[in-house]
């Protein structure tokens, strides 16, 4: 015996039913902006679903409800939500903790609450949305005196890398090839610091905290640790965290 929903998605999902829903003068569109793969997105009026895929929906091909809002869903994968302006032109709030509220502060009102996305790209820069775990690793780009790559940040915070400790991540950013790029394997541990601090905070070392990073150093601590400590300080956490930065803290966030 055929099912009540079954034969409700029979309906639904019939030819006929996607030429009247998806036509012209129909409440849904199609959007194929999916970068990993060849699943579409579904946008309707105040509404987009995303796919079990890496996806990507930028401000454009949003439909508004007449109140001037859309509820967006990302579902799984590594979903991006591509803004038409530079941060400041926007609001953003948490409305759970996994949901954000982002409205135009100028221009047009818009509001647009997205659910599940982990990368908000303005026009200026990108936001990382991450949970405090996964912020303490995203913080270790720093160490390399950049913001993260979305695939790189995408595999450290995989299950695969989950085995890892924070120091032990740091420790493959100050051994890589694009940190010995700017400070040279062999140096002293007073010029390992000294670059963290440039780096990492955007300044130079002050005397008592430099000190007390090689001391810690010439003591046995690993240049992991210390770089994961820096990096995870409260210092570095503001920058990451503020007007120029490139976190955006939630209570949860999927990344696999």
Do not use: C
């Amino acid at each position: 015996m055929v099912s009540r929903a079954a034969v409700a998605d029979g309906f639904l999902n019939s030819r006929e039913s996607r030429d009247l829903s998806e036509g012209e003068t129909g409440f849904i569109r199609i959007v194929a902006h999916n970068a990993w793969n060849n699943l579409d997105m579904v946008v309707g009026k105040g509404v987009a679903t995303g796919t079990a895929g890496d996806d990507q929906i930028s401000e454009q091909e949003v439909r508004l409800d007449s109140n001037a809002v859309s509820h967006l869903a990302g579902n799984a994968g590594i979903d991006t939500f591509i803004f038409n302006d530079a941060a400041s032109a926007y609001t953003i709030s948490a409305l759970d903790t996994d949901t954000l509220s982002v409205s135009r502060s100028t221009g047009a009102a818009a509001k647009f609450e997205l659910s599940g996305f982990n990368v908000l790209d303005f026009a200026d820069r990108e936001l990382f949305v991450l949970d405090s775990a996964q912020a303490s690793i995203g913080r270790l780009y720093t160490i390399l005196d950049r913001a993260p790559d979305i695939e790189g940040l995408k595999f450290w915070l995989s299950p695969g890398a989950a085995g890892a400790t924070g120091a032990q991540v740091a420790g493959g950013f100050v051994q890589s090839a694009e940190f010995s790029q700017s400070l040279p394997n062999g140096s002293s541990n007073t010029a390992f610091v000294e670059h963290l601090y440039h780096n990492v905070l955007d300044r130079g070392s002050d005397a008592n905290g430099l000190a007390y990073w090689v001391q810690s150093l010439d003591g046995g601590t690993s240049r992991g640790q210390v770089a994961f400590n820096i990096a995870n300080s409260a210092e570095s956490a503001a920058l990451t965290q503020g007007d120029a930065g490139f976190i955006h803290l939630v209570g949860h966030a999927d990344w696999v």
